[in-house]
């Protein structure tokens, strides 16, 4: 996959602070790319740099090859994104906004507006104003304003705040859609881990500043071994087969039931020990770790406020 985004030993220091330190990472075209931390952890102040609201005070950001810093107009010519909220003209209506908004850009045409608004569901309501869209709506609008002039970056700043469960599905769907089949490379912010989990294919963890983790959602779920609950005849003799397999593997007892954590790989092993102790099984059943699990374990490792 071709690299669109690729971010180089940035940091950016306000009055004497260091708010970004080096971060460093790459988005493929393609791909979502989820961008979690801590509140305050510096994600909106990244992509206020992407899109360049503000500067760099280090380091680069290249979009499709083209420097943030040296060649800014280029660079951000392939770039749409909502930052924080998607502001219109409350007075005009959703089609007066986006021919608004087309006028910045050469070559957009009425045609493509229809097939824009299309494609994020707004035809029936296009040309009510906007002070009469919900919050979905108008998030909606937003992503068609960011769509109109064919970006291959998507860069969206907590595009599900303040929207219902069928809003959020939405949103979804049309960022899933716009990576899978218009290849672009989306970046998402947001604290809604849940939603991060099925949107998203891999994703940056920032910290204070600094990029602490990047990998696909199921290795960065399934990093430390998924926990198990097996249920057997004797606890006492399991937990002797376990410390003879395993010396440092976590677990505890519950009445009838083992609660150890392990590699799936580490599983029949496991059994095989229980078998031959003639350690009756009577259920093994998988816990899955969530994003939210994962997330917490790692920030709070890390001395981190669990505020997400």
Same mark, same amino acid.
């Given at each position: ?5 690729q971010i180089?030993?940035?940091s950016?220091?306000?009055k ?10 790459k988005?493929?075209?393609?791909? /979502?790319?989820?961008?979690?931390g ?10 206020? &740099?992407m899109?360049? *609201? ?8 290249k ?9 800014? !107009?280029k ?13 219109m003209y409350?007075?005009? %209506?959703?089609?007066q @906004? ?8 050469q070559?957009?045409?009425? !045609? ?20 009469t869209?919900s919050?979905? &709506? ?10 109109l =002039? ?14 219902d469960?069928?809003g959020?599905r $939405?949103?979804?769907d =049309? ?5 899978? $089949? ?5 970046i998402v912010? %947001? =604290?809604?881990l849940?939603?991060?989990?099925? &949107? ?10 600094k990029?602490?983790d ?6 960065? /779920? ?8 097996i249920? /057997?005849?004797?606890?006492e ?6 410390? %003879? *397999? ?6 505890q007892?519950?009445?009838?039931? &083992? ?8 599983v029949?092993d496991?059994?095989?020990?229980? /078998? ?7 259920s ?19 001395g981190?406020?669990? @505020?997400?």
């Amino acid at each position: 996959m071709e690299t669109l985004v690729q971010i180089e030993n940035v940091s950016k220091v306000i009055k004497g602070r260091t708010i970004i330190d080096s971060l460093s990472f790459k988005v493929n075209e393609g791909e /979502v790319f989820g961008f979690l931390g801590p509140n305050g952890a510096g994600k909106t102040t990244t992509i206020r &740099m992407m899109v360049g *609201l503000i500067g760099i005070t280090s380091g680069d950001i290249k979009i499709l090859g083209s420097s943030i810093k040296t060649d800014f !107009e280029k660079a951000v010519g392939h770039v749409g994104a909502i930052v924080e909220n998607p502001e219109m003209y409350k007075f005009m %209506s959703g089609y007066q @906004n986006l021919l608004h908004y087309a006028r910045m850009s050469q070559g957009i045409t009425k !045609e493509k507006i229809a097939e824009t608004v299309g494609f994020v569901g707004l035809t029936d309501r296009i040309h009510d104003k906007v002070k009469t869209y919900s919050l979905g &709506m108008r998030q909606r609008l937003g992503l068609a304003q960011c769509l109109l =002039h064919d970006p291959k970056i998507l860069i969206l700043d907590e595009p599900t705040n303040g929207l219902d469960p069928a809003g959020i599905r $939405e949103i979804r769907d =049309h960022v899933r859609k716009l990576a899978r $089949e218009k290849g672009m490379a989306v970046i998402v912010s %947001s =604290h809604l881990l849940s939603e991060m989990e099925m &949107m998203c294919d891999r994703i940056g963890i920032i910290q204070n500043g600094k990029l602490i983790d990047v990998q696909s959602i199921t290795d960065f /779920v399934q990093a430390d071994g998924s926990t198990y609950e097996i249920e /057997v005849d004797s606890p006492e003799k399991a937990e002797a087969a376990l410390k %003879s *397999l395993y010396q440092e593997v976590p677990f505890q007892i519950n009445g009838n039931k &083992m609660i150890v954590t392990l590699m799936k790989d580490d599983v029949p092993d496991l059994v095989k020990a229980f /078998v031959h102790e003639d350690i009756r099984i009577f259920s093994i059943q998988e816990t899955l770790k969530t994003l939210e699990d994962r997330f917490l374990e790692v920030t709070t490792r890390k001395g981190e406020n669990l @505020n997400v």
